[in-house]
């Protein structure tokens, strides 16, 4: 059976484990050739974590979920302030 998710959730209503799981799923699913290497990971959420963008996981400059973007190789700030 397919997982239903939905797109239209309120923050009170999200399920917090949920969304873990699945973001911890999609990191671990990336190609290595194309994952972030973790010490660069780490340094790369620091920086979101010392930005004032950053609202519950999201960047409010881009609203990219932070650690998916920060997981990928490709992955920029829209500022500038890791790449
Ligand atoms: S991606 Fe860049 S602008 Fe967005 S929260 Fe992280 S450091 Fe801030």
Do not use: F, N
């Amino acid at each position: 059976m397919t997982e239903r998710r939905c797109r239209r959730c309120l923050l009170e209503e999200y399920d917090q484990e949920a969304y873990l799981r699945t973001l911890k799923e999609h990191i671990e699913s990336t190609p290595p050739r194309e994952r972030t290497p973790e010490a660069e990971y780490r340094r790369r959420l620091a920086a979101c974590k010392d930005c004032g963008y950053l609202e519950a996981g999201t960047c409010l400059a881009c609203g990219c979920y932070v650690e998916l973007r920060a997981a990928s190789r490709r992955g920029r700030c829209p500022y500038k302030k890791w790449k």
